[in-house]
């Protein structure tokens, strides 16, 4: 009896001692702590190209525009350790260390990001230069994002206004750093070394919050140096993170997004702490060597290309090869040196394209007619669905010979590329191919205004809702131009044309070739006329100088189109007959005792209120003398029935000014003929 006693206890003990033995890749948990020494997958939630491979925890497996995220799986208790009810986000302490392998040392994708956020769920996110954290739509820039990451980036996004294409960034709710540096670390005496994020060596980065003094610090260094963390932070940001994340519970983890460079972006260890610093990474026990084979096997590949690229150039005979080759060699270093300097030369100034060639000449087949929506001086647009994300876009394909469709493209990509407005076409990137530019835009299936005021034959009519809502969507954008924004910008071609309706008749602005911006309190400079006939301003055609009164002014003889269904310009009694503004002709329905008069007659549903609102504010804001024309906040005001128009406003008090003007314009009109100016005559219809 007492022997088999005897073996249990030595069965138990050789038992207790295998487990003992057994490594644990997984996550220690205790109170707002864990740590990986190393992956297996227990206790995270991976989502896109995430996974765990021989003990390393990958987030991109190397395909193009493609995410990945890897969340602790259980929220961390942000209440642990403090006075209960507390609003206040606890200190917290966080390192791990990563390693970037993509094809080349000087280019890679776009990089990963330590994240604290109020969801794990980011299926909306979009990949590249988005690092699956946010969208271009409704959660970029959001407040309620809830969202704290620390950005690894290897490529200059001019959009987010990164530093440089290798830099280390602190994210709130937004993908434009609070603050960022070029990676490196600090030795003792205070000099800077830099690092390469793309050097496919892993690197170990420190995340450190305290609460009470409400400072996020940043810190990296390269791996052999992660015994001893720079006492130095490379980022200090001082920032209250209760006003950013939630005072209860938080999720941690990572995120990673590539472009067109497939780099495969990896998670060697992790430590996270709350209240506390995070518990030292067992260096033995993670996966450096697989790495490193990784690392080495893109270095035998590149080698292996070079070799036979050299081979295939040596092939005929030795002295002829020689000489052919070096000249070869020369021409070659110096034409992708010049193509290369043009191209960063490009894209300091516009960004880096956003679609492929092949991708857009896939997406509408071929530039076949089938997909032209329509053409004009610049070019041609084309509807287009893009073969990955299955987007429906409209693609405008700007012709080499047009020196105005050229003009009009760098204008686009430098204004409409940085504005985000619901009632603006949004521009979602460019593309150069040899002398070809074309421009992508979100797609509007119901296609221009103009075309359901005046092409009654083809188009239903617009009923008045939809009319004022239009006004109201157009009003809405151009004070975001002229006043929201960060800087002015004057549209200068506003007319019913470049307002294209989306599916669920809402306007947006677009075609902004013609557009300028500057500073706010400084002075347009613009220095000859452009527009289209019927919505220049007096003081435009006679000095040339654009402003945002010669905006209102156009924009006032659209809101009379839009409710009269009349051109601009009127011509009586036929083509042969004399020209009539539009103004006039509606100032002349007032006189006569009822301004409604002038309502498109194929609306039987309009309010009276409002029509004689749309037709009376059109006529301040076409007023002939800038100074009367209300801004774009008041109008707002007066369509929101905020503020009410001015009660001097008369037709006895206007009548002889507009007669005036337009005998002015009309002689302004008739004797200009500069090549310069850019000036569309669409009075006599499309």
């Known amino acids: 009896m007492h022997h088999l006693s005897f073996l249990r206890l030595q069965c138990l003990l050789i038992l207790v001692l295998l487990l003992l033995s057994v490594p644990d890749t997984g996550a220690a948990v205790d109170g707002g702590e864990f740590i990986y020494d190393g992956f297996s997958g227990n206790d995270l939630t991976m989502d896109g190209e995430a996974s765990v491979v021989d003990g390393l925890l990958q987030l991109t497996s190397g395909q193009e525009l493609s995410e990945g995220h890897a969340f602790y799986t259980y929220p961390i208790n942000l209440t642990s350790g403090v006075v209960p009810n507390s609003s206040i986000v606890p200190s917290f302490s966080t390192t791990f260390v990563f390693a970037i392998i993509g094809p080349y040392l000087d280019l890679g994708g776009h990089g990963l990001a ?321 002398q070809q530019l074309l421009l992508v835009y979100d797609y509007m299936p119901n296609g221009s205004l103009d075309c359901y005021l005046h092409c009654q034959e083809k188009h239903p009519n617009v009923c008045w809702d939809q009319r004022f809502n239009i006004i109201k969507g157009i009003a809405s954008g151009l004070f975001y131009l002229h006043e929201d924004w960060e800087q002015v910008v004057i549209h200068r071609d506003i007319k019913t044309s470049n307002v294209l309706l989306d599916s669920e008749m809402n306007a947006r602005l677009g075609d902004f070739g013609l557009a300028r911006s500057h500073a706010h309190g400084a002075d347009a400079h613009t220095t000859h006329v452009a527009g289209t006939w019927g919505y220049i301003a007096p003081e435009l055609a006679r000095l040339g100088k654009a402003t945002k009164a010669t905006d209102v002014f156009a924009f006032g003889v659209l809101m009379m189109e839009v409710a009269c269904a009349r051109r601009p310009i009127i011509w009586a009694n036929g083509a042969e007959g004399e020209p009539l503004a539009l103004a006039d002709w509606v100032l002349a329905a007032w006189r006569r005792g009822s301004i409604t008069d002038a309502i498109d007659p194929r609306l039987d549903d309009y309010v009276e209120e409002e029509t004689e609102l749309v037709l009376k504010l059109g006529l301040l804001c076409s007023h002939p003398s800038p100074n009367a024309r209300p801004r774009m906040r008041l109008v707002m005001q007066y369509l929101e029935r905020d503020a009410s128009l001015p009660a001097d406003l008369q037709p006895d008090t206007l009548l002889s000014t507009f007669d005036v003007s337009q005998d002015e314009i009309m002689h302004e009109q008739h004797a200009m003929s500069c090549p310069t100016t850019a000036i569309t005559d669409l009075s006599r219809g499309r």
């Open 114 to 434: 330590f994240v604290l956020s109020s969801t794990k769920e980011l299926f909306s996110a979009l990949p590249a230069q988005y690092l699956g954290l946010l969208n271009n739509e409704w959660n970029y820039g959001n407040v309620t994002n809830r969202l704290l990451a620390i950005e690894i980036d290897t490529i200059q996004n001019t959009e987010f206004r990164d530093i440089d294409d290798n830099h280390i960034g602190i994210d709130i709710n937004n993908l434009v750093s609070l603050a960022s540096h070029t990676a490196g670390y600090y030795t003792p005496d205070g000099e800077f070394h830099p690092l390469s994020l793309i050097s496919r060596k892993p690197m170990q980065v420190w995340v450190d919050y305290d609460s009470n003094l409400t400072v996020l610090n940043v810190t990296i260094a390269p791996y052999y140096l992660s015994s001893t963390k720079p006492s130095r932070p490379l980022l200090s940001l001082t920032w209250n993170l209760s006003l950013v994340l939630p005072t209860t519970t938080v999720y941690a983890g990572f995120s990673s997004g590539n472009g067109r460079v497939n780099s495969k972006h990896y998670i060697l260890g992790w430590s996270f702490k709350l209240n506390g610093e995070a518990a030292a990474l067992d260096y033995s026990a993670l996966s450096v060597k697989a790495i490193q084979e990784l690392a080495q096997q893109v270095d035998d590949r590149s080698h292996r290309y070079k070799t036979i690229r050299l081979c295939i150039i040596l092939l005929p005979s030795v002295a002829i090869s020689v000489l052919v080759s070096a000249l070869l060699v020369k021409v070659l270093l110096k034409r992708q040196l010049e193509a290369r300097k043009a191209e960063l030369e490009w894209q300091k100034e516009y960004g880096p394209p956003s679609f492929t060639y092949k991708d857009l000449l896939a997406a509408t087949s071929g530039f076949k007619d089938k997909m032209l929506l329509g053409r004009g001086g610049f070019g041609s647009v084309y509807k287009g669905l893009l073969p990955h994300s299955k987007q429906t876009v409209a693609i405008k394909r700007v012709s080499p010979e047009s020196k105005q469709g050229m003009k009009e493209f760098m204008a686009e990509i430098i204004i409409l590329g940085h504005l985000r407005h619901r009632n603006l076409v949004q521009l979602l990137g460019y593309c150069r191919h040899k």
